[in-house]
Structure formats: structure tokens, C-alpha cells
């Protein structure tokens, strides 16, 4: 058996990243904040859902993080596919990368201050390359990385963290 079937089918794996949101619109560092999806996010989205109607997608679980924007797009998505009643499962790990005291600042104007150079290290950089100015808050295991929220969501795959075990909750 191929190592890409199971039962006999193929599995795909499509990845989406959210639609337009505000402060994308407003040029805005988001990170974790919370920005509504505009109406062009909201056509986009719509625009992603007919596509993958036209290849003929049906999907058995979702995921997304547990971002607005992201749940938003997720959801329209679903509702053009006629397929809003599968297991969603949100995560805090799939949410964008926080970008600290950025957050929310125009990368333009962010650029004239300290450098094109510097503001793409930001935004492109691997997480590890501690580059970015950031607060003891927003520290690996400070209170803006869930690590082991109890209350998070949970997905059917066990954490990394070292929480301990327990089982993977039932979709709502």
C-alpha cells in the first residue's frame, strides 16, 4: 500500500491561510490580535470555498487556530461547501506568530523608524531567531502562550508540552 492512502483513497492535506483581515488592510503587525476579516476578506474566503468546490473537496475534519480572522475564513469556507456540520477543532499552536511589542504598529511607518532590512527580519525570520522586541509577558511560558491552558481546545493528537495526557475532546 501506498504510504499516502489509507483504505485505499489518498489523503490530501489543504492548507489555507486567512482570509483578508483589517489590520492587514491597515498594513498592521497582527500577531495574536483579533482583527475582523473585511469584506474583501469575506469575498476572498467565499472565493476559496467555490474553488475548492470546483475540484470536488469534501472534507472530514478541520482545524484552525483560534484566531478570528482565522475561525471567520474557516467558516465561510465551510458554508460554500455545504459542509459546516464536520468536527472543528481549534488549537492556539496553529495561531500566527506573535509578533510581541509590534503588535498592531504599521510596518511601514515601522520601516522608516529602524530599516526595510530589520522590519523584513521580523516578519520573515524563523521563530528561534529571537529577533523580535519583546515583553517578560510574552516570554515562552509567560501568560500569552497558552502552553498548558487546560481550557484551550483541544486537538485529537497529543500535546508536546508535557501537560499531561487526556483524551481528545469530542467535536461540538
Same mark, same amino acid.
Given at each position: 500500500?501506498?504510504?499516502?492512502?489509507?483504505?485505499?483513497?489518498? #489523503?490530501?492535506? &489543504?492548507? #489555507?491561510?486567512?482570509?483578508?483581515?483589517?489590520?492587514?488592510m +491597515?498594513?498592521?503587525?497582527? !500577531?495574536?490580535?483579533?482583527?475582523?476579516?473585511?469584506?474583501?476578506? %469575506?469575498?476572498?474566503?467565499?472565493?476559496?470555498?467555490? %474553488?475548492?468546490?470546483?475540484? !470536488?473537496?469534501?472534507?472530514? &475534519? =478541520?482545524?484552525?487556530?483560534?484566531? #478570528?480572522?482565522?475561525?471567520?475564513? %474557516?467558516?465561510?469556507i465551510?458554508?460554500? /461547501?455545504?459542509?459546516?456540520? #464536520?468536527?472543528?477543532?481549534?488549537?492556539?499552536? /496553529?495561531n +500566527?506568530?506573535?509578533?510581541?511589542? %509590534?503588535?498592531?504598529?504599521?510596518?511601514?511607518?515601522k520601516?522608516?523608524? =529602524? !530599516?526595510?532590512?530589520? =522590519?523584513?527580519?521580523?516578519r520573515?525570520?524563523?521563530?528561534?531567531?529571537r529577533?523580535? *522586541? =519583546?515583553?517578560?509577558?510574552?516570554?515562552?511560558? !509567560?501568560?500569552?502562550?497558552?502552553?498548558?491552558n487546560?481550557?484551550?481546545?483541544? *486537538?485529537?493528537?497529543?500535546?508536546?508540552?508535557g501537560?499531561?495526557? &487526556?483524551?481528545?475532546?469530542?467535536?461540538?
Open positions: 500500500m501506498n504510504k499516502n492512502t489509507a483504505n485505499n483513497r489518498t #489523503i490530501d492535506v &489543504v492548507l #489555507i491561510r486567512h482570509a483578508q483581515s483589517q489590520w492587514n +491597515e498594513n498592521r503587525f497582527t !500577531g495574536w490580535a483579533n482583527p475582523p476579516l473585511t469584506q474583501a476578506g %469575506l469575498l476572498e474566503a467565499e472565493q476559496a470555498g467555490r %474553488l475548492l468546490n470546483e475540484h !470536488g473537496y469534501q472534507f472530514d &475534519v =478541520v482545524f484552525s487556530s483560534r484566531l #478570528i480572522r482565522a475561525q471567520q475564513t %474557516l467558516d465561510v465551510l458554508d460554500t /461547501l455545504q459542509q459546516d456540520d #464536520i468536527p472543528k477543532y481549534q488549537d492556539w499552536r /496553529l +500566527e506568530r506573535h509578533y510581541g511589542l %509590534l503588535q498592531g504598529v504599521n510596518k511601514t511607518e520601516a522608516k523608524e =529602524v !530599516g526595510e532590512q530589520q =522590519v523584513w527580519r521580523w520573515r525570520r524563523h521563530l528561534w531567531e529577533t523580535l *522586541p =519583546v515583553s517578560a509577558a510574552m516570554t515562552p511560558r !509567560g501568560r500569552r502562550e497558552p502552553r498548558c487546560r481550557s484551550a481546545s483541544r *486537538p485529537p493528537f497529543p500535546p508536546r508540552c501537560c499531561a495526557r &487526556v483524551p481528545a475532546p469530542r467535536p461540538a
